[in-house]
T-cell receptor, first 114, second 112 residues
C-alpha cells in the first residue's frame, strides 16, 4: 500500500514556542491531505483539509491562526502549532489521498507542551 | 451531520474467542464504510472497507458487512489472537479519498 511518513514521531516543546509537523506521501502524489487530532483514549477529530496549492479548509472550532497548515507540493503538507500551550498537547495524525482511493495515514506525532 | 457510533470498550477476551464490535452510522446518501486499527503509539491502518450495500469487507480473519437497512457495519472475527489487541475505529466517507468521520473507537484486549 501507499506510504505516508509523518515527522517527528514525538516532540516536546516549551509553552509559547511553535512546532512544525511534516506529512509526506512517499510513493504517490497527494492531492488532498487531512489533519486529525486525537486526545487520549478518544477518537480522531478532523482539524482541517488541505489541497495542494490552496488554502486549507478548517473544521468548525479549529483556530486557523493557531494551527497553520501548508500544502505546498503534492507530497508534503505541514502543520505548525503556533504559540503552543499545554492544552495543545495531543496526538496529531495526517492522512493523504490521491483522490480516487482511500486515504493513507501517517504514524502520528505526539506533541507534549511543557 | 454524519456520525458513527460504536460500542464502548474496553472489550476483554481470551485468545481464540469470538469478537464482535458493533458499529452504526447516520449519513445521507451512500457512504463508504471502513474499519481502522490502531496499535499502541502508532497511526491508523486500514483493516477493511465496503463501498456499497451488502458488500462484505474482509482482511486478516476480520469481516464486516455493509447493511444499509440497519445502517450498520459490525466487525467480527472468529478466533482472536493476543496480537489483535488494539483500538478499532469504525468510519465513513462520503466520497473516494474524502475526509473520514470516525466513531469513538473500541479498545480490545486479548489475553493469552
Amino acid at each position: 500500500g501507499a506510504v505516508v511518513s509523518q515527522h517527528p514521531s514525538w516532540v516536546i516543546c516549551k509553552s509559547g514556542t511553535s512546532v512544525k509537523i511534516e506529512c509526506r506521501s512517499l510513493d504517490f502524489q497527494a492531492t488532498t491531505m487531512f489533519w486529525y487530532r486525537q486526545f487520549p483514549k478518544q477518537s480522531l477529530m478532523l482539524m482541517a483539509t488541505s489541497n495542494e496549492g490552496s488554502k486549507a479548509t478548517y473544521e468548525q472550532g479549529v483556530e486557523k491562526d493557531k494551527f497553520l497548515i501548508n500544502h505546498a507540493s503534492l507530497t508534503l503538507s505541514t502543520l505548525t502549532v503556533t504559540s503552543a500551550h499545554p492544552e495543545d498537547s495531543s496526538f496529531y495524525i495526517c492522512s493523504a489521498s490521491a483522490g480516487y482511493d482511500e486515504a493513507f495515514f501517517g504514524q502520528g506525532t505526539r506533541l507534549t507542551v511543557v | 451531520g454524519d456520525s458513527v457510533t460504536q460500542m464502548e470498550g474496553p472489550v476483554t477476551l481470551s485468545e481464540e474467542a469470538f469478537l464482535t464490535i458493533n458499529c452504526t452510522y447516520t449519513a445521507t446518501g451512500y457512504p463508504s464504510l471502513f474499519w481502522y486499527v490502531q496499535y499502541p503509539g502508532e497511526g491508523l491502518q486500514l483493516l477493511l472497507k465496503a463501498t456499497k450495500a451488502d458488500d462484505k469487507g474482509s482482511n486478516k480473519g476480520f469481516e464486516a458487512t455493509y447493511r444499509k437497512e440497519t445502517t450498520s457495519f459490525h466487525l467480527e472475527k472468529g478466533s482472536v489472537q493476543v496480537s489483535d489487541s488494539a483500538v478499532y475505529f469504525c468510519a465513513l466517507s462520503k466520497a473516494a479519498g474524502n475526509k473520514l468521520t470516525f466513531g469513538g473507537g473500541t479498545r480490545v484486549l486479548v489475553k493469552p
